[in-house]
């Protein structure tokens, strides 16, 4: 995601920087959103873009699939888009927030941009049998793993 926008400042001509606002790290574009807003647009949409580009090839290109890296790479993609569309879209400093202010998108719209590229690409790996238990994934001790085991109180215990 962040290369995606570092590499979009340079091809833009620009020279990102790192800093941090309001404790948070964040990757400054370098372009003076007034006077280039499509600039700035480019360079905020390119994190998204990227990874969505990334997913898409993931799914599309053919290769042996359903590693434990690939999954990594399409959960991080889809929980990137969805957190943008959702809880981080209206951060002062959010992609989707710069995206609205420099074009004729709102929130809203660009919000359901990346929401519907993440929804389906969720319906395409649920749909592929090379990423069986992609979201839940039973184990024959009777957890549930998310990604981190959710174990029964007994199992707890004996941990």
């Known amino acids: ?17 790192f800093g941090f606002l309001d404790g948070k790290p964040t990757v400054y574009s370098g372009i003076d959103a007034t006077r280039d807003p499509h600039k700035q647009f480019l360079f905020s949409s ?3 873009d990227v990874q969505a580009i990334m997913d898409e090839a993931i ?17 991080g ?32 719209s660009a919000s359901l941009i990346y929401a519907g590229l993440a929804t389906i690409q969720t319906i395409r790996i ?10 839940l994934r039973p184990s024959s001790n009777g957890a549930i793993n998310v ?10 215990q004996e941990k």
């Open 147 to 156: 990604g981190v085991a959710l174990l029964p109180d007994d199992r707890l």
């Open 46 to 48: 390119a994190g998204l």
């Open 59 to 75: 799914l599309d290109i053919p290769h042996q699939r359903g590693g434990a890296f690939e999954r990594g790479i399409l959960a």
């Open 126 to 135: 649920a749909h592929d049998g090379h990423y069986a238990n992609f979201f």
């Open 77 to 108: 993609g889809i929980a990137t888009a969805y957190f943008y569309a959702t809880f981080g879209r209206n951060a002062p400093n959010s992609d989707i927030t710069y995206m609205a202010s420099t074009s004729s998108l709102s929130r809203t």
């Open 1 to 17: 995601h962040e290369a995606g926008h570092v590499g979009m400042s340079y091809a833009l001509g620009a020279h990102p920087t």
